[in-house]
């Protein structure tokens, strides 16, 4: 009796410690766990809240300062592009004004007469006064109408201009007039019939003589003249003096 006392003694004693031992492990974890964790999770949530303010702030910034930029910068070009415009339709009349007065300047001198100027020229053929007739008719593919003034003078008339011939010691048929008479045909310098005969002494220089009705340059042998009515030309001449 007294063994089977003494074992049931035990027994109860182990079971008490059994017991006391599941209680403290059942409420240890539970009291520590939670102050652990809510320690945790607030220092995250203030590292957090820490650190997204400052990116806020940024990012606010940077999307400021490009908005300011975007803006002013293509106001400049377009102001720029509306000044150019005007500026190209200002030369457009003066230049149609200055064509016709600097184009004999521009090319020939300026008060100047020489041999040249007594050459009649259409197109790529030209005539020397004093040349043979026969030579010069090769020169054009028409063919002009041909009349006899007298014995010694002869005449070849082509649509713009007319030829007058002579006859020289030898009975060679020479070229010693050649009048022009439409304005499609001009001299060397560019004087047509219809221009102002004021500009003859700016082109060619003074005369070798004028009248009331003609300007005379060359020489005593060969000459080119204009004749004129009020200020205007109305005739041009080459003359071989015969």
């Keep these: 009796?007294?063994?089977?006392?003494?074992?049931?003694?035990?027994?109860?004693?182990?079971?008490?410690?059994?017991?006391?031992?599941?209680?403290?492990?059942t409420t240890a974890p539970k009291t520590t766990k939670p102050t652990v964790t809510t320690e945790a999770e607030t220092s995250v949530t203030e590292a957090d809240s820490t650190v997204t303010e400052p990116v806020t702030t940024q990012t606010a910034a940077a999307t400021t300062k490009p908005a300011v930029t975007k803006k002013t910068k293509p106001t400049e070009p377009r102001e720029k592009a509306t000044e150019?415009?005007?500026?190209?339709?200002?030369?457009?009349?003066?230049?149609?004004?200055?064509?016709?007065?600097?184009?004999?300047?521009?090319?020939?001198?300026?008060g100047s007469f020489g041999s040249a100027d007594l050459v009649f020229k259409k197109g790529s053929a030209t005539i020397k006064l004093n040349e043979k007739i026969k030579d010069v008719l090769k020169r054009f593919k028409s063919e002009p109408e041909e009349t006899e003034l007298s014995s010694e003078r002869s005449q070849y008339e082509y649509d713009d201009f007319i030829?007058?011939?002579?006859?020289?010691?030898?009975?060679?048929?020479?070229v010693c007039r050649i009048e022009i008479t439409e304005n499609t045909i001009e001299t060397a310098k560019g004087i047509r019939i219809g221009e102002y005969a004021s500009r003859l002494r700016k082109v060619y220089g003074e005369p070798m003589e004028?009248?009331?009705?003609?300007?005379y340059?060359?020489?005593?042998?060969?000459?080119?003249?204009?004749?004129y009515s009020?200020?205007?030309?109305?005739?041009?001449?080459?003359?071989?003096?015969?």
């Design 230 to 242: 009020g200020n205007k030309i109305e005739g041009i001449h080459y003359k071989y003096d015969v």
């Design 1 to 25: 009796m007294k063994k089977l006392l003494s074992v049931m003694v035990i027994a109860a004693l182990a079971l008490m410690c059994s017991c006391a031992k599941t209680e403290t492990e």
């Design 217 to 227: 340059y060359g020489n005593d042998e060969k000459q080119l003249i204009f004749v």
């Design 210 to 215: 004028r009248t009331k009705t003609a300007y």
């Design 84 to 110: 150019k415009p005007p500026q190209t339709t200002k030369p457009v009349p003066t230049q149609g004004k200055t064509k016709p007065h600097t184009r004999v300047a521009v090319t020939f001198p300026k």
């Design 163 to 174: 030829i007058t011939t002579y006859i020289d010691e030898n009975d060679n048929e020479r």
